[in-house]
C-alpha cells in the first residue's frame, strides 16, 4: 500500500469548499424528477453511486460518460433548492465528499439543503464583494452572528444578521472559482444551516416540552 491515503469517504458529509464547477449540458424531465448532465474537470474521476454537492445539495452519481455524469433530483428536492431553475449552460458548485483522511477546511455540511434565499444586494468591494440574502423568518433562530452557513455549497461566516437576512463577504479567489459571481440581485440560492446549531435548538425543544 506504501503511502497511498485510504480512500475512504463519508457519504454525506461535506466541507463547503468548493473543489470545482460544472456546466448543465442536458436536463431530462420524468414525471416529477429532474435528470440534469453536468460537465465539469472532475466528472472522469467520478464513480457511479458516489455522493456528490450540487450548490450544496447531496445528490448521487448514477452514470459517468467522459467528461460528463448524470444526476437526477427528486421533486423534494426540487422543491426545496435552486435546482429546480437550472437551464443548460447554468454553472453549479461541485464538492465530493469529505475523505476521513482530509481536513476539515470549512465546517460540517451535510448536503441536506434548509432554504433558499434570495439576494437582496450586491456591492463590489476594494478587493472583496458582499452580498445580501433573504431568507425565511421562521430559520432565524439557526442564522447567528459569525456562524457558518452554506450559500450554494460555499461555507461562508455570516453577519450582519436579522431575523429575515444575513451578509457574507466573499474574496476574490472564492468570486473566481465559484458560481456566486453569476449571483445578482432577485437570484435564488440554496442555503444550509449549521448541524451544530440545529442538534442544540433541538435538544433546548425537548426539554422545554
Excluded at 23 to 49: A, C, H, M, Q, Y
Excluded at 51 to 70: R, Y
Excluded at 164 to 177: G, L, S, W
Amino acid at each position: 500500500m506504501g503511502n497511498k491515503p485510504f480512500d475512504i469517504y463519508l457519504a454525506t458529509m461535506f466541507t463547503g469548499i468548493i473543489e470545482n464547477i460544472g456546466r448543465v449540458e442536458k436536463i431530462e424531465t420524468n414525471g416529477t424528477n429532474k435528470t440534469f448532465w453536468i460537465s465539469s474537470p472532475i466528472s472522469n474521476e467520478l464513480k457511479t453511486d458516489q455522493s456528490l454537492a450540487h450548490n450544496g445539495v447531496c445528490l448521487t452519481v448514477e452514470e459517468v460518460v467522459a467528461n460528463t455524469h448524470k444526476i437526477t433530483a427528486i421533486e423534494e428536492t426540487l422543491r426545496k433548492s435552486n435546482l429546480g431553475a437550472l437551464k443548460v449552460g447554468s454553472v453549479v458548485n461541485l464538492e465530493r465528499c469529505m475523505a476521513m483522511n482530509g481536513r476539515l477546511d470549512g465546517h460540517i455540511v451535510q448536503g441536506h439543503v434548509d432554504a433558499t434565499a434570495i439576494c437582496v444586494d450586491r456591492k463590489q468591494l476594494d478587493g472583496s464583494w458582499e452580498f445580501v440574502f433573504e431568507f425565511d423568518k421562521r430559520f432565524a433562530h439557526l442564522a447567528i452572528e459569525k456562524g457558518s452557513i452554506t450559500v450554494n455549497g460555499i461555507s461562508l461566516t455570516c453577519f450582519n444578521v436579522t431575523d429575515t437576512a444575513f451578509t457574507v463577504a466573499i474574496i476574490p479567489y472564492t468570486y473566481e472559482h465559484t458560481n456566486i459571481q453569476y449571483v445578482h440581485v432577485g437570484n435564488a440560492v440554496n442555503i444550509e444551516f449549521d448541524i451544530i446549531g440545529k442538534y442544540i435548538y433541538r435538544i433546548q425543544q425537548l426539554k422545554n416540552d
